[in-house]
């Protein structure tokens, strides 16, 4: 007699296993764990059996769907069994395809160059704004419209900058996808020029002929003087403020004359040689007096073992009256400029800035042949920034005043 939903329903453990039949191989399999839909059939002179799913989850009508699906399989000469095993590995292998798997996968290949800050920063804004759309879906099947659904939620958000990086990291991820042999195709290079063109902001900047008038109010603030040493070691180096605030004492060799900044903490993740002008050795003096005894040139007063905090240079300009007229990050622009209008070569411009250079033999011509004429650049440089003063660029007052 064929099995019924009721008797199904009502069939319990009872100490022993228990088989209820229903017809064509097909049986309920009881046990103490649960009941388990079972189909006996034969292959190549076999006896075998196929899982078909658990009660009730699949219901009566569900299980016998299935075995007569498998039975059809076998009147073909196909072992229903085999084609369940390689279902699987076929499922598994797409979910190892998909796209957050992929994506994962290369983030954890990139750990090695970046900042575990970035890391964490990259990583947060895939799961937010990437993975709830296309996770799922294996790369190969991704689409240039699957893509842009996603980065179109980003941009009704007002934050077109994030949509430009999340599309970035996106075709990075692809790229890596066809390079591991996971897709051939990279959809998200037709996607140049979907999104909403961002405008670029440029960190606030001094005019040169403001100069003077910045020397004369930075001299007149109440600071820390540490505070502003890092002002002028900031300007008279044209790095950046994240790179002065972390400068240790043994990166500096003073008879060299020369900072070596590691790659851990430059931007484009590649040691940074920087020339010190006679001025940038002063204040190195004057500094040390001061912080000497710290591994950091400018620790926190709180924990010396700490830089200051990446708002002392900002927050202090704004009390100098130039909130939003500009910014420490700003006196790279302002240099840069100035040793253009002068004539100075764009290239040892570039390099002293330590921005990236895309080509490797020249980047390593780069770093070879022109530390001599940075040298000269940073010295006129700072030969520049005294005459704006009209005094000597050193400061003097080492009384705490703040």
Request: aromatic share 8%; net charge positive; glycine share 6%.
């Amino acid at each position: 007699m064929p099995l019924s939903d009721i008797t199904a329903r009502q069939a319990k453990f009872n100490g022993k296993l228990q088989k209820l039949s229903d017809e064509k191989g097909l049986f309920l399999l009881v046990n103490q764990s649960g009941k388990y839909w079972r189909l006996k059939y034969r292959h190549g002179g076999k006896e075998k059996t196929l899982a078909l799913g658990v009660y009730p989850e699949v219901s009566l009508k569900e299980a016998r769907a299935k075995r007569d699906d498998a039975r059809r399989q076998l009147a073909e000469g196909v072992d229903p069994g085999l084609v369940k095993k390689q279902s699987k590995i076929a499922n598994k292998l797409a979910s190892e395809n998909n796209f957050e798997a992929l994506a994962r996968e290369w983030h954890q290949s990139q750990l090695a160059r970046w900042t575990p800050v970035h890391a964490a920063r990259v990583l947060k804004s895939l799961e937010v704004d990437v993975f709830p759309d296309i996770g799922v879906v294996p790369v190969a099947e991704l689409t240039a419209p699957m893509m842009l659904d996603a980065l179109r939620k980003v941009e009704k958000r007002g934050v077109t900058e994030t949509a430009g990086r999340i599309l970035q990291r996106i075709g990075s991820i692809m790229r890596y996808a066809i390079q591991t042999g996971r897709a051939s195709y990279n959809p998200a290079q037709d996607l140049r020029g979907a999104l909403k063109a961002t405008k670029q902001e440029h960190r606030p900047a001094l005019p040169r002929s403001e100069l003077p008038e910045f020397f004369r109010r930075l001299e007149a603030e109440p600071l820390n003087p540490a505070t502003r040493l890092a002002f002028h070691l900031l300007m008279l180096t044209m790095t950046r403020p994240g790179e002065v605030r972390f400068a240790r004492w043994d990166e500096f060799d003073m008879e060299r004359a020369e900072w070596r900044i590691p790659a851990a903490r430059m931007k484009m993740r590649t040691e940074h040689l920087v020339p010190l002008s006679q001025q940038a050795l002063a204040v190195l003096d004057e500094l040390r007096l001061l912080t000497g005894h710290c591994e950091l040139l400018f620790p926190s007063e709180r924990k010396l073992i700490n830089p200051i905090s990446e708002n002392t240079l900002s927050y202090a300009m704004g009390r100098m009256g130039y909130k939003g007229i500009a910014t420490p990050h700003g006196f790279r622009a302002l240099a840069s400029t100035t040793l253009n209008e002068e004539g100075f070569d764009p290239d040892v411009i570039e390099r002293q800035l330590a921005h990236a250079e895309r080509n490797k033999v020249r980047a390593a011509y780069h770093r070879a042949e022109y530390l001599d004429d940075r040298r000269k650049l940073l010295q006129w440089l700072a030969d520049f920034y005294e005459s704006q003063q009209g005094c000597n660029v050193r400061p003097v007052n080492l009384t705490r005043v703040d």
